[in-house]
């Protein structure tokens, strides 16, 4: 009885055994007429042979590569078929006709020595039997299969070689063992057709038994839901349940959250070290090509360079006690970005253009500070990875929201992939209930939007 817990999947394994086992018969036997005409032209005996077949016999190379092709359609047919719940009726009535087609034209290159292939057919249509209806369409189309094959071998009945002429080529022991075999071979196809058979209609009438079960669950629930003791200790211990789960995700939380921390530290480090750096570098590049040619512009550039070194001290010291910039403590939020676009202008020798339409005048503290990280983070990747000259930031209030628009002129990318940065920045807009949608098209373009704070949303500059 193990054999048959799963019906579904043990029909459908059967299934695949039955295909396997026809694909074998049609290879051992275009492959033993193949090897049995070369045989036949080195001995020096075709004439004899010719004279005994009704007609010339298909080239020994071409039956064999032409059963295999023909198989392998007719598997992969199967395949498709197997899956008709999923596919409309017309391609399904289309895989059916072109495997009805292929097991005729199998039967032909084979010579009639074998029908078994048709059973793979009947197989198929088994599978997906639903109903009477679908009954009643397998029974015409098993009806059809018959009739058609019937009438194409009795047209190709004096067209083809018989196998027994193959065999005949042999001595009396050889031919002892051929048909008899071939007979075994078509006898072992019907068995594994019959077992397939079998694992069907368990299938259905283990689905019929669990349809009869479900509705048993059913009733039996109704009558439950009934008894007003049941409903209250139900609801006791659907209480118990719940508040247990609470416990176990109050835990999660705090976890998350201390995950989550962790995750902001390492995301303030990285911009401010990551703009920071990236400002120095570029300004270093260009003081290499300046030294000589003009030492007193490097002198000056080295200078500002300075100046960027101590403010990123500067924030890494207050990331590190409060993750906050520096400027923001100082400054308003706007003007701390302009002062961001400046000093990174100078330093990493990219045009910055920083425009502001209907900016707030007030934010969050939570607020300003990612904001402020979004267009740092904006500027370096746009002179890091873009090796943009220009970029230009436009934020825009809207009343109820912020959208901020970072364009650069670099070289972006054709396929754009998260990194660290835009990984964090995600993580930043998500905890303000923010969107971000990034593209490539002639440079690298950055779109945010961010939901005010509605207490300070009509208070603009």
């Not at 196809?189 to 368990?202: A, G, K, P, S």
């Amino acid at each position: 009885m193990a054999f048959f817990r799963n019906f579904r999947i043990h029909a459908h394994g059967v299934h695949v055994l039955l295909t396997l086992y026809n694909g074998i018969i049609v290879f051992l036997l275009a492959f033993f007429m193949g090897i049995t005409q070369k045989k036949i032209n080195l001995s020096m005996s075709a004439g004899s042979f010719l004279q005994q077949v009704p007609v010339l016999p298909v080239p020994a190379d071409e039956r064999l590569a032409y059963a295999l092709a023909a198989f392998g359609v007719l598997a992969g047919c199967g395949y498709i078929y197997s899956n008709a719940g999923r596919l409309p009726w017309p391609l399904r009535y289309a895989v059916f006709v072109l495997e009805m087609s292929l097991c005729i034209f199998l039967m032909h290159i084979l010579n009639l020595a074998y029908d078994g292939v048709v059973l793979l057919l009947i197989a198929d249509l088994m599978y997906c039997y639903q109903g009477r209806h679908q009954m009643i369409v397998m029974l015409l189309a098993m009806a059809v299969v018959y009739f058609v094959i019937s009438y194409n071998v009795s047209l190709w009945q004096m067209k083809v070689v018989p196998f027994e002429v193959y065999a005949g080529y042999y001595n009396h022991e050889v031919q002892s063992m051929l048909l008899p075999l071939k007979n075994l071979l078509t006898y072992g196809n019907i068995t594994i057709f019959v077992i397939y058979m079998v694992v069907l209609i368990q299938d259905k009438r283990r689905e019929n038994e669990e349809i009869a079960g479900l509705n048993r669950q059913l009733l039996s629930a109704n009558n439950k839901l009934n008894e007003s003791n049941l409903q209250l200790n139900i609801s006791n211990a659907k209480l118990n349940a719940a508040n247990k789960k609470l416990k176990e995700y109050a835990m999660t939380i705090a976890s998350l959250t201390e995950i989550k921390e962790r995750n902001r530290l390492a995301r303030e480090i990285h911009d401010t070290l990551g703009h920071a750096l990236t400002g120095i570098v570029a300004g270093l590049d260009a003081c290499m090509v300046t030294l000589e040619i003009a030492p007193k512009e490097t002198r000056e550039q080295l200078g500002l360079l300075r100046e960027t070194a101590q403010h990123g001290m500067v924030d890494v010291r207050r990331s590190m006690h409060m993750l906050r910039p520096d400027d923001l403590e100082k400054l308003s939020l706007q003007e701390a970005l302009e002062k961001l676009a400046r000093d990174f202008s100078r330093t990493a020798g990219v045009q910055v253009e920083i425009k502001f339409d209907k900016f707030p005048a007030q934010f969050r503290e939570d607020e300003a500070d990612v904001i402020y990280r979004i267009v740092q983070e904006g500027m370096t990747n746009a002179s890091r990875h873009g090796h943009a000259s220009r970029v230009g930031i436009s934020l825009v209030g809207n009343g109820s929201s912020l959208e901020i628009v970072i364009a650069d002129n670099g070289i972006g990318c054709q396929k754009v992939k998260k990194g660290f940065g835009l990984h964090h920045m995600q993580e930043r807009l998500e905890l303000l209930g923010g969107t971000l949608r990034f593209w490539s098209e002639k440079g690298f373009v950055l779109e945010i939007c961010i939901p005010l704070n509605r207490e300070w949303k009509q208070s603009e500059v």
